[in-house]
């Protein structure tokens, strides 16, 4: 067993300018115990979490050669563990350890090794949207792309999985089963399309596209739980590599999750933290209340905000689903702002006010400034309001490339100043490479990748190769300055076609370069509101409150939106402190408002439409502490 001291804590401090742990994030570092850690907003629990990481890294190998198992739920999450990662950071980033997402431990650990087993090759890949895409072309072959995907939508399923799979095949009818043990027909015996249907379903389209290697994420959870189930001693081998389990935001583990941790490492000797906060838990389902993070009643809280002043603190500890405490610091204090918009004249005017309000408090001059204004929706509702009414360019994708038909519209988004000439390059090969694979065209059985393709090329036409190299070099150029490059990708698919056999579909290329998503490590200029008053100009960030979960902000304006009712409308008493009624809807509207209030340090400000507050409203905010401003 490791020991983890003061003397250890202070070490990792000394390394690092101004850094000092209070007495909770010292108890949590210091806890090697199977243990719950309840982190409020702003406390510091990844930087806690590394130190922890570096003391025990400092403590390997151990006796029995065992390591620690990092799991967390986005690859931010885990760069961010990686970046702060000091001296040690080799020995946590190599076997026996593990630090990752949660998916990627699920698939490299689990599902892969047993998608192998059963079908003797390695998944193409594990997309959700690919899946989709490669169940519709199975659908062609059966005639039913067209009526599945609308039957599917008429009946509100927003898995295509889901539907296929819920028909029934009667005797005379295909059937949907309904609430209350009732059935839906959906279509007759002796409909083309029920011959169709019962086919389908007797060759199992669903397995026959994951059979061609094409997963969706949850397919993995399936084929880990069958690793498991079938080889119920492969536990004892995760329990004996990995002796430290650490479960980051873990407020965002559902039961499949869960369900995988508890198979493999439950009554073992392996100690367990899930680190995380209760009340940020907005990724869940809240139809099922199973979902989700159960605190333990012996958790270790760590209360002290680091982020939060103790004005925005008082206001966020409202919202919390689980009573928590929040211990904010008292050097900050700008009170938080309301601003009271007219419905019939939003514009960009409410960003133009909250520009205002940085610029008055000078926080733009604050180093590492960061302002964002955040709403709960992000699409278009035809009358009522969402994001893009505040900000009419708003995309709720950081990419908006799928909603142009072009190569060269879709490139315009960004700035090409910033793309590479391998930007280039990588975006004609991979469309060559969709094609190939719509097409189910394939060598030695194997689909084409990229280096696969180069390499075939060489070995099969050393004179076509050299050609296909030229014209991948004239693609790039005519890209580089906005010139139309599907002739050439034509000729370029033909080259490749040629060699094996294979005819040319002009449509399959078409709706290929329609449908493919730009992927640049660089986000478009769509979502920013440019500020400017005299010789100062900033940037508001425009986004989801889902999407900015886990960032500090320098100013945070959270933008009032419809989602069956207007959120800040509806919770209007909790910013007077007042209690209110709870429901699945209610709780899950102000779990989202709690990560949204919890992300500024400096400013906090809420648009509403002046509709929706009345003049006692008003007077009441204002004595909680609220700066209230129509514009």
Same mark, same amino acid.
């Given at each position: 067993?490791?020991?983890?001291?003061?003397?250890?804590?202070?070490?990792?401090?000394?390394?690092?300018?101004?850094?000092?742990?209070?007495?909770?994030?010292?108890?949590?570092?210091?806890?090697?115990?199977?243990?719950?850690?309840?982190?409020?907003?702003?406390?510091?629990?990844?930087?806690?979490?590394?130190?922890?990481?570096?003391?025990?890294?400092?403590?390997?190998?151990?006796?029995?050669?065992?390591?620690?198992?990092?799991?967390?739920?986005?690859?931010?999450?885990?760069?961010?563990?990686?970046?702060?990662?000091?001296?040690?950071?080799?020995?946590?980033?190599?076997?026996?350890?593990?630090?990752?997402?949660?998916?990627?431990?699920?698939?490299?650990?689990?599902?892969?090794?047993?998608?192998?087993?059963?079908?003797?090759?390695?998944?193409?890949?594990?997309?959700?949207?690919?899946?989709?895409?490669?169940?519709?072309?199975?659908?062609?072959?059966?005639?039913?792309?067209?009526?599945?995907?609308?039957?599917?939508?008429?009946?509100?399923?927003?898995?295509?999985?889901?539907?296929?799979?819920?028909?029934?095949?009667?005797?005379?009818?295909?059937?949907?089963?309904?609430?209350?043990?009732?059935?839906?027909?959906?279509?007759?015996?002796?409909?083309?399309?029920?011959?169709?249907?019962?086919?389908?379903?007797?060759?199992?389209?669903?397995?026959?596209?994951?059979?061609?290697?094409?997963?969706?994420?949850?397919?993995?959870?399936?084929?880990?739980?069958?690793?498991?189930?079938?080889?119920?001693?492969?536990?004892?081998?995760?329990?004996?590599?990995?002796?430290?389990?650490?479960?980051?935001?873990?407020?965002?583990?559902?039961?499949?999750?869960?369900?995988?941790?508890?198979?493999?490492?439950?009554?073992?000797?392996?100690?367990?933290?899930?680190?995380?906060?209760?009340?940020?838990?907005?990724?869940?389902?809240?139809?099922?209340?199973?979902?989700?993070?159960?605190?333990?009643?012996?958790?270790?809280?760590?209360?002290?905000?680091?982020?939060?002043?103790?004005?925005?603190?008082?206001?966020?500890?409202?919202?919390?689903?689980?009573?928590?405490?929040?211990?904010?610091?008292?050097?900050?204090?700008?009170?938080?702002?309301?601003?009271?918009?007219?419905? +019939?004249?939003?514009? =960009?005017? &409410? $960003?133009?006010?909250? #520009?205002?309000?940085?610029? /008055?408090?000078? !926080?733009?001059?604050?180093?590492?400034?960061?302002?964002?204004?955040?709403?709960?929706?992000?699409?278009?509702?035809?009358?009522?309001?969402?994001?893009?009414?505040?900000?009419?360019?708003?995309?709720?994708?950081?990419?908006?490339?799928?909603?142009?038909?072009?190569?060269?519209?879709?490139?315009?988004?960004?700035?090409?100043?910033?793309?590479?000439?391998?930007?280039?390059?990588?975006?004609?090969?991979?469309?060559?490479?969709?094609?190939?694979?719509?097409?189910?065209?394939?060598?030695?059985?194997?689909?084409?990748?990229?280096?696969?393709?180069?390499?075939?090329?060489?070995?099969?036409?050393?004179?076509?190769?050299?050609?296909?190299?030229?014209?991948?070099?004239?693609?790039?150029?005519?890209?580089?300055?906005?010139?139309?490059?599907?002739?050439?990708? +034509?000729?370029?698919? =033909?080259? &490749? $076609?040629?060699?094996? #056999?294979?005819?040319?579909? /002009?449509?399959? !290329?078409?709706?290929?370069?329609?449908?493919?998503?730009?992927?640049?490590?660089?986000?478009?200029?769509?979502?920013?509101?440019?500020?400017?008053?005299?010789?100062?100009?900033?940037?508001?960030?425009?986004?989801?409150?889902?999407?900015?979960?886990?960032?500090?902000?320098?100013?945070?304006?959270?933008?009032?939106?419809?989602?069956?009712?207007?959120?800040?409308?509806?919770?209007?008493?909790?910013?007077?402190?007042?209690?209110?009624?709870?429901?699945?809807?209610?709780?899950?509207?102000?779990?989202?408002?709690?990560?949204?209030?919890?992300?500024?340090?400096?400013?906090?400000?809420?648009?509403?439409?002046?509709?929706?507050?009345?003049?006692?409203?008003?007077?009441?905010?204002?004595?909680?502490?609220?700066?209230?401003?129509?514009?």
């Amino acid at each position: 067993m490791i020991q983890i001291t003061d003397n250890h804590i202070e070490e990792f401090e000394n390394r690092f300018e101004n850094l000092s742990f209070d007495a909770e994030s010292r108890a949590f570092i210091k806890c090697i115990e199977s243990k719950d850690i309840q982190a409020c907003p702003g406390a510091g629990k990844t930087t806690s979490l590394v130190a922890k990481l570096d003391i025990i890294a400092s403590q390997m190998p151990f006796k029995d050669n065992s390591g620690v198992l990092v799991l967390t739920h986005t690859n931010v999450a885990v760069d961010e563990i990686k970046k702060k990662l000091g001296l040690n950071a080799k020995i946590l980033l190599s076997y026996p350890n593990h630090i990752g997402t949660f998916q990627s431990f699920v698939n490299k650990f689990l599902a892969i090794p047993m998608y192998v087993n059963i079908f003797g090759k390695k998944p193409e890949r594990i997309d959700y949207d690919l899946f989709n895409e490669k169940l519709l072309h199975k659908l062609n072959k059966y005639y039913l792309n067209n009526f599945i995907p609308q039957s599917a939508e008429a009946n509100k399923y927003t898995s295509l999985e889901g539907f296929i799979n819920a028909l029934t095949v009667e005797e005379n009818r295909i059937s949907l089963p309904q609430a209350g043990g009732r059935s839906k027909t959906i279509v007759n015996r002796g409909k083309p399309s029920f011959r169709n249907i019962k086919r389908a379903k007797d060759e199992n389209i669903i397995r026959q596209v994951v059979s061609d290697g094409y997963l969706a994420y949850h397919h993995c959870y399936d084929l880990a739980n069958k690793y498991l189930d079938d080889y119920s001693n492969m536990k004892e081998v995760f329990q004996k590599r990995f002796k430290y389990v650490f479960i980051d935001e873990v407020q965002d583990t559902d039961n499949n999750q869960f369900e995988i941790i508890d198979k493999l490492f439950s009554g073992s000797d392996v100690i367990i933290q899930k680190i995380g906060d209760k009340n940020q838990e907005i990724f869940s389902n809240l139809k099922t209340q199973a979902n989700g993070w159960e605190v333990g009643s012996d958790a270790l809280e760590i209360k002290n905000t680091k982020r939060l002043s103790s004005i925005i603190s008082e206001k966020v500890s409202h919202f919390a689903i689980n009573p928590q405490e929040l211990n904010g610091n008292n050097e900050i204090q700008i009170q938080p702002r309301i601003l009271l918009f007219d419905e +019939k004249n939003i514009g =960009e005017l &409410v $960003l133009q006010k909250f #520009g205002d309000l940085i610029f /008055e408090n000078n !926080l733009q001059d604050l180093s590492n400034s960061k302002f964002k204004a955040i709403g709960a929706v992000g699409k278009v509702h035809e009358s009522k309001i969402t994001i893009p009414d505040y900000f009419p360019s708003f995309s709720k994708n950081d990419n908006r490339s799928l909603e142009y038909e072009t190569l060269v519209e879709k490139i315009d988004l960004f700035d090409k100043k910033k793309i590479r000439v391998k930007d280039y390059r990588k975006i004609l090969l991979d469309v060559i490479i969709e094609y190939l694979k719509t097409e189910d065209i394939k060598y030695n059985d194997k689909y084409f990748s990229k280096n696969l393709l180069l390499n075939y090329l060489k070995e099969k036409d050393k004179l076509q190769y050299k050609l296909f190299k030229l014209k991948l070099f004239e693609g790039v150029k005519k890209l580089s300055i906005s010139e139309c490059v599907f002739d050439i990708l +034509k000729e370029k698919v =033909e080259i &490749v $076609l040629e060699l094996l #056999g294979s005819s040319f579909n /002009e449509s399959v !290329l078409v709706n290929i370069i329609k449908n493919y998503k730009i992927d640049l490590l660089q986000k478009t200029t769509q979502d920013k509101y440019i500020y400017s008053n005299s010789d100062t100009t900033f940037d508001i960030e425009i986004s989801t409150i889902h999407k900015v979960k886990g960032e500090t902000h320098t100013a945070t304006l959270i933008l009032e939106s419809f989602n069956r009712t207007y959120d800040l409308q509806q919770l209007l008493k909790l910013l007077k402190g007042l209690s209110l009624r709870t429901s699945n809807t209610i709780d899950l509207k102000k779990k989202l408002l709690y990560v949204a209030m919890s992300r500024p340090t400096h400013l906090l400000c809420f648009a509403m439409n002046k509709e929706h507050v009345k003049s006692n409203d008003i007077s009441e905010l204002e004595e909680c502490g609220f700066i209230i401003e129509e514009i």
